[in-house]
């Protein structure tokens, strides 16, 4: 992310007031959320929420922490404020805490980060990051839902060949190929919904080496109170801070994700091979596909969807590898950036695939021209069933095996094949053999297993977490 793309972004996000938790779902972005803005406005709400759990327990003042709660806005750490006091002290959470207690009065300011640490707060700010994220992924990630949903529908008995290590297999629909992309995107859904449940349980207020030294007696309740304060739950009782595996089990989410999206992209960037021609991105009247090629419309979000399939999964390792940390509370690779740019990636990418998936134009007369290419031998399995109460199915699969065999050499289609061989046409009537070869007719249960994932897909988002 560029540093002028989040300087603009924070500027706005500023300019509108926000706020971590109430902003409008519509104009939010990962970007904004991981901005250096809203990284300050989450400490904010941070120190405020650990004011008033200490208050409540009698930790400190009640008075106190109403004057930090009251204080917590963003307009109480200004940026350049921040950086003049961090090129000083030259420690973002003093910094921070320094320019912040000029809001407060004398009494305030000695009980603001009462007994915290650094990493307690920076910790719980990257949770409600990572938890606003995820959210807004699985938004995300609904609408592209929509999208499948109403292209799987359209396409529901559109015929077409389906292809098994890069040959001609049986016949599908194109519905049925894109009902398994609705399967797999509904079970991105759930896996990041399963996660919120820990990265909710994850605010942690343990101080300087996780034993609360420094927080006093009533400290475990604070730190309940805290998490509460923030809309989160009950805090882990373990002192997570050197385990990571919350954060990595958000990582590894987000790789798959993108190696999904990768095979996805993959699929449709191949489906538009000139020599496959099935389907094909629409790209505006004025957009060009190469500048020395006129006739080409190269794909574009495809070939991004694919890139991302790449990108994303190596940040997702630099968080994973954090799993590997030192000791209590020691942390050599900063990986709270990794988090931010591989969630921002995400994001760009389910931009990327949603246009994709809106701006696919279908050729089901391709399709159905590649049907035939194989002259009919996509239907031997059909022949061998149809042959194996009259002959026995070995003896079936061999007859028409010798003749795929003989096929390859003549060029000879299952017709011909069929027509002329004794043993078939002793079996099997001419308008049977007719029938067999239709391949719009052998399509199994394609189109119902479309409208079964249709339906699961659609109960399912009854329940969906919701970003609001």
Do not use: C
């Not at 882990?236 to 954060?247: G, K, L, M, P, T």
């Not at 031998?377 to 095996?401: C, D, M, N, Y």
């Amino acid at each position: 992310m560029s540093r002028l793309r989040q300087a603009v972004r924070a500027a706005v996000i500023l300019f509108a007031g926000l706020v971590p938790g109430v902003a409008d779902a519509q104009s939010e972005s990962i970007e904004d959320v991981f901005s250096d803005a809203r990284l300050n406005a989450y400490v904010l709400e941070i120190e405020a929420a650990l004011a008033r759990a200490q208050a409540a327990e009698g930790v400190i003042p009640q008075s106190a922490a109403d004057a930090i709660t009251a204080a917590a806005r963003p307009e109480a750490v200004p940026a350049e404020a921040l950086a003049e006091e961090y090129a000083i002290v030259r420690h973002r959470m003093v910094a921070f805490l320094n320019v912040f207690s000029r809001s407060l009065d004398a009494d305030a300011a000695n009980y603001l980060h009462y007994g915290a640490t650094t990493v307690d707060i920076y910790d719980t700010a990257a949770i409600l990051q990572v938890r606003r994220s995820i959210l807004l992924l699985i938004e995300d990630l609904r609408a592209i839902e929509l999208e499948l949903i109403d292209l799987a529908e359209t396409h529901r008995d559109t015929p077409m060949i389906g292809r098994t290590l890069g040959q001609h297999a049986l016949p599908i629909t194109f519905g049925k190929k894109v009902s398994g992309w609705i399967g797999e995107n509904r079970r991105h859904i759930e896996r990041l919904t399963d996660l919120l449940d820990r990265v909710e349980r994850s605010a942690i207020m343990k101080g300087a080496v996780g034993s609360y030294v420094g927080l006093g007696d009533r400290a475990q309740a604070v730190e309940r109170r805290f998490g509460e304060e923030l809309g989160l739950s009950q805090p882990y009782a373990d002192d997570w801070h050197a385990s990571r595996d919350v954060f990595a089990e958000y990582a590894v989410s987000l790789g798959l994700l993108a190696r999904f999206y990768g095979r996805v992209g993959q699929e449709i960037f191949l489906l538009q091979m000139t020599d496959i021609a099935e389907v094909i991105e629409q790209r505006s009247s004025t957009a060009v596909g190469s500048s020395t090629m006129p006739h080409k419309n190269n794909p574009s979000l495809s070939e991004a969807l694919i890139h991302y399939s790449r990108t994303i999964p190596a940040l997702s390792d630099i968080v994973a590898d954090d799993m590997i940390n030192f000791f209590e509370r020691d942390n050599t690779s900063r990986p709270n950036d990794a988090i931010g740019e591989l969630s921002i990636e995400a994001e760009d990418m389910l931009s990327a695939a949603n246009r994709l998936v809106g701006r696919l134009h279908v050729d089901a007369e391709a399709m159905r021209r590649n049907l035939d290419r194989s002259g009919g031998w996509i239907l031997s399995q059909r022949f061998v069933f149809a042959l194996a109460p009259h002959i026995g199915r070995t003896e079936a699969e061999e007859l028409i095996r010798d003749l795929a065999a003989e096929a390859h050499e003549s060029g000879a289609g299952l017709r011909e094949a069929a027509m002329e061989n004794a043993v078939i046409r002793e079996a099997l009537s001419e308008a049977e053999i007719e029938a067999l070869l239709d391949p719009e007719t052998y399509l199994g249960l394609a189109g119902q297993q479309v409208d079964a994932v249709i339906a699961a897909a659609r109960a399912a988002r009854e329940t969906d977490p919701s970003v609001d």
